[in-house]
């Protein structure tokens, strides 16, 4: 068996807390100036498969970012990435396969973190344990109590933690949202979040040996131990509860997110998640491929969310967006910008990016609002003057929602939850899914 995080930490030469030195509650300011009188910020990519492939080529386009350094725990993406960073760049990360190794490196500025779901979180905090900024990938959490882990090791830390939920970085959202804010369309009291999309089945895994370019050991991690299957790895694993949180917090995240954003929300008081399988139904999918989910906060404001993840039927002409419900209108706003609708369904203003909105795009190639994204979070490492567009404390009460429809889905009733943090009130059982059981040694410690 190879070694787990707590036994790595005691055999290594440069400890977690030894790594820290000079970096615990600093703020972004003050670790800026460490960083150097240049602004340039080391950037290392964790998990560099499919969109994280895609990050280390928008962090070498940003401004003062170089990438020097990429792991992944399968050797044929580590050999891939490094080739397309040089050739883009003309500079050749040093490639890793094991996090704890990488995380030594000194030289390291900042992290982005694209693995798979279970891993977003263990691998943030222990970034911030070693003195590392953190860009994650949605979700930013595997489960509700991971969020708040990642607040306090914030805290703890003092280190800049931004979640990849991209389009709080988008010129035109960023734009109606302040006029939605303004009285654009009245006073809103509805959020409507859709995303469509014609998934295939995974079919009925087989247990089969680990292929020689991958470590299962470590890409389990912090998650319990299963043996390997050959419809796990590089994909599949969303639809696992073991590993993945489902088509809601897959992709739910981005639209909830703007609808959150745009009815000034927070934590909901009712949460009601009703759907189920439909499609495959013999394969090893085990979340849902139809949810409906329905939110209610206080001020009589109302989120609901409908993921079609095996039918792409078109709504509103789009296979994904969030429309907008106020008093005077209303606005439909997706990637690649926004329309505004009075009472009677006219459409009297809209911004469009040219980009397009498609479910179809799961890298995102062409996608500017990830770079301004990435912008956003490099100036606030650097201490400038800017408001940073995701901090963590946001992207946990988006993301929350997400985990609240699965529990709610998975209990198969409705749930009434605190307004204040959104805990789940008057049902332990419920409550009992608001963390997870992580494999010996690899427990959070703060």
Not at 251 to 263: F, I, Q, S, Y
Request: with cysteine; glycine share 10%; charged share 25%.
């Amino acid at each position: 068996m190879k070694e787990n995080r707590r036994t790595f930490l005691k055999k290594s030469s440069v400890s977690a807390a030894g790594i820290t030195i000079g970096g615990i509650g600093m703020t972004a300011k003050s670790y800026s100036r460490i960083i150097g009188a240049n602004d340039q910020i080391n950037v290392a990519g964790i998990g560099t498969r499919s969109r994280g492939d895609y990050l280390a080529g928008e962090f070498g386009k940003a401004a003062g970012a170089v990438v020097t350094h990429i792991c992944d725990v399968d050797a044929r993406v580590v050999d891939k990435t490094i080739n397309n960073i040089k050739k883009a760049t003309g500079n050749a990360p040093k490639g890793e396969r094991d996090i704890r190794r990488l995380l030594e490196d000194k030289s390291i500025d900042a992290v982005f973190i694209a693995t798979p779901d279970h891993w977003h979180a263990p691998a943030s905090w222990m970034a911030m344990e070693a003195g590392k900024h953190v860009y994650v990938e949605k979700p930013c959490s595997h489960n509700p109590k991971e969020g708040e882990l990642l607040k306090k090791f914030q805290t703890k830390y003092g280190k800049v933690i931004q979640m990849g939920n991209q389009q709080r970085s988008a010129p035109e959202t960023i734009e109606v949202i302040r006029d939605i804010h303004n009285g654009l369309i009245g006073e809103v009291y509805l959020g409507k979040a859709f995303y469509n999309n014609k998934r295939g089945t995974i079919g009925v895994g087989k247990t089969v040996p680990v292929p020689d370019y991958l470590d299962w050991e470590l890409w389990q991690g912090p998650a319990p131990r299963v043996a390997y299957h050959d419809n796990y790895h590089p994909y599949n694993w969303h639809w696992f509860w073991n590993w993945g949180t489902g088509e809601t917090c897959n992709n739910g995240t981005h639209e909830l997110d703007v609808c959150r954003w745009a009815l000034q929300v927070d934590f909901p008081k009712h949460v009601k998640a009703t759907g189920g399988r439909y499609f495959d139904k013999d394969d090893d999918w085990q979340f849902y491929d139809t949810l409906l989910n329905h939110y209610e906060f206080k001020g009589n404001k109302t989120i609901t969310w409908e993921g079609q993840s095996c039918n792409a039927a078109k709504l509103y002409g789009r296979d994904r967006g969030s429309v907008i419900f106020g008093t005077k209108g209303s606005v439909i706003i997706d990637r690649s910008g926004y329309e505004v609708y009075d009472l009677s369904g006219h459409k009297i203003r809209e911004h469009k990016t040219g980009q397009t909105s498609s479910t179809s795009d799961t890298v995102g190639t062409g996608d500017m609002m990830t770079l301004n994204h990435i912008n956003n979070f490099l100036d606030t490492v650097r201490g400038k003057h800017v408001e940073q567009h995701s901090p963590i404390d946001e992207a946990h009460k988006s993301v929350l929602l997400c985990h609240l429809a699965n529990i709610a889905w998975k209990m198969k009733r409705p749930l009434t939850c605190d307004e204040e943090d959104g805990h789940i009130l008057n049902d332990k059982e419920a409550m009992a899914m608001w963390g997870r059981t992580y494999a010996e040694g690899w427990e959070p410690k703060i």
